[in-house]
């Protein structure tokens, strides 16, 4: 049986991969992102070639010159892709992590803006993934802006968001016409589901495809050596996901 | 450098100061936190470097603090920080949002000795609006660039557990370098350490380049796990089992009580 979050890494590996957009020869994951994280393990047990760095991880933390240097990093140019979430995130691919209602989040507050202002502005692309997929996380206009999804032309902006992983499904972002567009469902979604849990308003083919399911090779290193690489950074999703196995070795 | 007790040391931080804290993946000084409540510090006004979590919800809980600078407030695994999204909601808490380089650029700037640095990106954030004290100019080297500036931020107090510290007051960090950035831009840094080391930790070619020097910090405690429930460097993990029941515990008052009563002030 393939787990949700399995089929989810499976999508943001292909994305990574994906032969159209800028490379990705450096990619760093920020803080609670284990999905990105294991996608990007994902590509390089796949035998890619890709530098990755944890800002999270306990032993071997890439980061020599304080967690500074991974924005320092992004700043000139040497981060490839990122990936950012929201507790909203619009048509116009804005994020808010700041919260619902007048500032700084008086109806509901978010965790707060982390690197976002910086980082997607900084990188030349970015994956948004946020596994809820509802009307009240996907909004026509994000009650707060912690980061924009697009910028005018005079400011200085190496890349917008590629796609957005959902629960439900892909949807890939054209920075040119600013709004998404359905690239594929997640197996048992339909695309009037996804229409109606979908607060902006974005484009779709009449016929959407079906999100590919990861290859028996795949899950096998999912299983494997993703979810030994995962365990001592993420124990509390590799224990959800892959079983209480994972959790050994943590608290050494 | 003074050495000092744990309790000591609590005594030395002042109601009201601006105190930075490094998070929990960065040697947070848990057990002065813990100190802190028990003395009954109040109107702190914390700067998370550059985000928040344990330390800074307990003390925020516990009445101990008045406004808080950060990038975000985060348990991590465990969810949102509740006494700080309990305070916010309350109105008991001003809460001043950053984004995380911002919060370093503030420091280095301190650490300079310079008013302000530039930063990229953030034009077009909402934070914009909100910080007042930050400013976009347009770059007076390739006119039509507009770019941000950051003002200098040195915070009165800087506080975080170490490794060790030798008697001559350096301190061991690791690879933990914001922490130097911290000591370099506060005017007071006080430090928990595991233990103290005999000889001078400079002299040591490999210890060195994770040591901070002596000249930034004015007083070290001794406070073995001093970063527990949080990891420390390759000592110690961090304590899984004990974060998830306070973020537990920290969902209502009577939880928030009880995790001080039995963790904190037992």
């Not at chain 2, 507009?146 to 030798?166: N, R, S, T, Y």
């Amino acid at each position: 049986m393939i787990r949700a979050e399995e089929r989810l890494i499976g999508a943001v590996a292909r994305l990574i991969l994906d032969p159209a957009a800028p490379p990705a020869r450096h990619i760093a994951v920020g803080a609670a992102s284990p999905i990105p994280a294991a996608a990007c393990f994902l590509v390089q047990a796949l035998g890619h070639d890709v530098r990755l760095s944890l800002l999270h991880q306990h032993a071997g933390n890439p980061f020599t010159e304080g967690t500074r240097e991974l924005f320092d990093l992004a700043g000139q140019g040497r981060i490839d892709l990122f990936f950012l979430g929201g507790g909203q995130i619009d048509g116009q691919a804005n994020l808010n992590l700041i919260g619902t209602g007048d500032w700084p989040g008086r109806s509901v507050r978010f965790p707060g803006s982390f690197g976002s202002a910086f980082m997607y502005l900084m990188v030349p692309r970015t994956i948004l993934f946020r596994e809820e997929h509802s009307s009240r996380v996907l909004v026509p206009r994000v009650d707060q802006i912690s980061a924009p999804g697009l910028s005018p032309p005079n400011v200085f902006r190496r890349g917008t968001a590629q796609a957005l992983v959902t629960g439900r499904c892909v949807f890939r972002f054209d920075a040119a016409a600013g709004r998404f567009a359905l690239a594929s469902l997640h197996p048992g979604e339909t695309a009037a589901g996804v229409r109606a849990a979908t607060g902006f308003g974005y484009d779709a083919p009449a016929a959407p495809e079906t999100t590919a399911d990861p290859t028996s090779e795949q899950l096998a290193l999912l299983r494997g050596p993703v979810r030994a690489r995962m365990a001592p950074t993420y124990p509390a999703f590799c224990a959800r996901v892959w079983g209480e196995a994972a959790r050994s070795g943590t608290d050494g | 450098m003074a050495m000092l007790t744990l309790a000591e040391l609590a005594a030395r931080i002042p109601d009201n100061a601006l105190v930075a804290v490094p998070p929990d993946n960065s040697l947070t000084p848990a057990a002065l936190a813990r100190a802190l409540v028990r003395r009954g510090v109040r109107g702190l006004r914390l700067l998370g470097v550059p985000v928040s979590g344990y330390v800074c919800d307990l003390l925020i809980g516990a009445g101990c603090v008045a406004s808080l600078q950060t990038s975000a407030a985060s348990l991590g695994e465990n969810g949102l920080a509740p006494r700080f999204a309990q305070a916010l909601a309350a109105g008991t808490l001003e809460v001043i949002d950053a984004t995380c380089p911002a919060i370093h650029t503030m420091l280095q700037a301190a650490e300079k000795g310079v008013p302000f640095m530039p930063l990229r990106g953030v034009l077009g954030s909402d934070l914009l609006a909100h910080r007042p004290d930050w400013r976009v100019i347009d770059n007076p080297f390739a006119p039509g660039d507009p770019i941000l500036l950051v003002p200098a931020l040195a915070p009165e107090i800087g506080m975080f557990h170490a490794l060790c510290a030798d008697e001559h007051g350096n301190v061991h960090v690791g690879r933990r370098r914001e922490l130097a950035t911290i000591a370099h831009a506060a005017r007071r840094t006080f430090v928990t350490v595991e233990r103290i080391v005999p000889g001078n930790l400079l002299e040591d070619e490999r210890m060195a380049a994770g040591t901070i020097s002596g000249v930034y910090i004015e007083a070290v405690a001794v406070a073995p796990r001093g970063a527990w429930p949080s990891a420390l460097l390759d000592e110690y993990g961090a304590d899984a089992a004990h974060l998830a029941e306070y973020a537990k515990l920290a969902r209502s008052d009577t939880g928030f009580a009880e995790y001080l009563a039995r963790f904190v002030c037992a």
